[in-house]
DNA sequence: ATCGCAGAAGTTGTATACAAGTACACAGTC
DNA sequence: GACTGTGTACTTGTATACAACTTCTGCGAT
């Protein structure tokens, strides 16, 4: 699977060489131990190392390349690196919700609303692409919305690899039928459900209860997708 | 105040740049909303844009600049960023101390232990540089031993902002005389004893305990100090 | 005085060139 | 045969050059 071009739109070389490094790298077409030389991949992409070597340092400081002397080293993302990303996910999410519990969260639901409805639609189109898309939005509205300016730090160093971890398990939750579809969008309005409590325990549990949820998805979905 | 010189032995240039730009930054040499030019930067350090290039990615992710198209805007770090910051250490922290909370701490223990010995020496020979080195060494051998891949991503991420805070609040700690170095020692001794404990609970409170008293402490001394 | 347009200066993104250092293979020696 | 020294190919880090684009300035026309 390539990164979609139309996400490229204009954008600087580098990011592209980025993207498509990640996706490789998250894929396994890139195996965790090789070892990439800047000269070689600049070679690949047709490209001068100059934008190479901001994707190296890109990844890098993603955690999914490690910089020797010599060539950096592909990390990698196994089943024990995504239940990790997954963690933090909580973590991130769990903090975003609990800060505004208590808050005024009406123009917030009403936003949730309108991208699951686009979920829906994409899911309608069989579009997974539009649908990973609208996901990561869903989680990246309620992050931004506890308005912290780290966490929304810590947000921007794993989104990419959020968003590409998305678009892979989504290609294949699409190809199992329109059953698991619609079941993760119920994920998704049990999650809103849980905001409009107000209610920091109910939060608590509902965002614990999604990612459990989501690590039986992935440990059923992802791992034989990627060999 | 300037990045210890002794830590970039043989480093290459552009971190020289980066912790030099990143203390000026915190330190509030440079304010925000100011435009940062790359050439005008690599005209300052005397060397090419390329070095430059590469500190300002960095700086860039660790949120203390914003790229854009004409210039990097400083972002800087205020009193509420340094308060978001420190509730993302506490994040972190608390997640690393409860992961091994019921795990054999014992290795652990005596390395922190070996660190406050270290501090103490330091308080002694008044070496306020020595002192927060090995201050951030407590809080990252705790992180550490969490053994998760994200989190320590997460810490990396931050570390060098949270040393370069350090250096500039323990220089201010020590010119407040020896007992407030005392009191940092011993806040940390508590945090050891907490792990010592090894009861969920009980470690819960003192990580939290900890911070909160950190927030007092840095709205005492950091705010004053960067005028 | 105000608006519009050209141009100049400055900006980033990319390509290329070069220097310094590292790993590795291969030959020569003990 | 094992070991050491050397040379080579490849690596990164830095400097420099250039192209495309943006912003601002200043001049001229209205």
């Known amino acids: 699977m ?46 001068s190392r100059s934008p190479v070597r901001e994707a190296m340092k890109t990844l890098s400081s993603e955690g999914l390349i490690r910089l020797e002397r010599m060539g950096a080293v592909v990390i990698g993302l196994g089943e024990k690196e995504v239940d990790e990303l997954y963690d933090v996910r909580f973590l991130i999410e769990s903090f975003a919700q609990q800060r505004m519990a208590g808050l005024d969260t009406g123009p917030l639901i009403v936003q949730l609303g309108r991208i699951i409805d686009k979920m829906e639609l994409a899911a309608k189109h069989m579009d997974p692409i539009e649908f990973a898309y609208q996901d990561l939005a869903f989680h990246e509205t309620i992050i931004a919305e ?61 965002v614990r209860d999604y990612f459990a949820d989501s ?9 034989p997708a990627r060999g």
Chains 1, 2 share one sequence.
């Open 215 to 223: 690590y039986v998805t992935l440990h059923d979905s992802i791992s």
């Open 146 to 206: 506890a308005k912290h300016s780290r966490i929304w730090q810590l947000w921007k160093s794993i989104r990419q690899i959020v968003m590409t971890v998305m678009l892979l398990t989504t290609e294949e939750v699409f190809s199992e039928g329109e059953a698991r579809v619609a079941g993760v969008i119920d994920k998704h309005r049990k999650l809103l459900n849980g905001i409009q409590t107000n209610d920091p325990k109910t939060i608590e549990r509902t």
């Open 2 to 47: 390539r990164y979609p071009e139309s996400w490229l739109r204009g954008a600087p070389l580098g990011e592209g060489i980025t993207c498509e490094l990640r996706m490789q790298i998250i894929s396994g077409a890139l195996k965790p131990g090789e070892t990439l030389s800047e000269n070689r991949i600049a070679a690949d992409f047709g490209t």
